[in-house]
Nanobody, 124 residues
Framework: QVQLVESGGGSVQAGGSLRLSCTVSGTVLTVTRMGWYRQTPGKQRELVATINIGGHKDIADSVKGRFTISRDTALRTVNLQMNSLKPEDTGDYYC??????????????????WGQGTQVTVSS
């Protein structure tokens, strides 16, 4: 009943740019926060950038000044503009939506959801 659909990603040379987008769909009433996380082999998934319903943003220090997160008014879509990409930005990027309240036949439910992930490869 809730799906996150990601787009973007791909391969780019160092210094290049990519844009990731994520849209939450389904019988959604409210989304509290959305954002992007990344994972590299042998490491835990880490926060890249998130934005909440009030517009507050959390940006990882490693990407500050290079990545920008934006959202639509209803917080159903978030975009991550990634500029000045570095090889260490390589990884699998996952969209996450937290505090999602959605309708079911049995009434409203809440939960957190992940997208399927999209790969970003930055070559030197």
């Amino acid at each position: 009943q809730v799906q996150l659909v990601e787009s973007g990603g791909g391969s780019v040379q160092a210094g290049g740019s990519l844009r990731l987008s994520c849209t939450v769909s389904g019988t959604v009433l409210t989304v509290t926060r959305m954002g992007w996380y990344r994972q590299t082999p042998g490491k835990q998934r880490e926060l890249v950038a998130t934005i909440n319903i009030g517009g507050h943003k959390d940006i990882a220090d490693s990407v500050k000044g290079r990545f920008t997160i934006s959202r639509d008014t209803a917080l159903r879509t978030v975009n991550l503009q990634m500029n000045s990409l570095k090889p260490e930005d390589t990884g699998d990027y996952y969209c996450g939506a937290g505090g999602v309240i959605y309708n079911t036949d049995d009434g409203p439910r809440s939960g957190d959801y992940w997208g399927q992930g999209t790969q970003v490869t930055v070559s030197s």
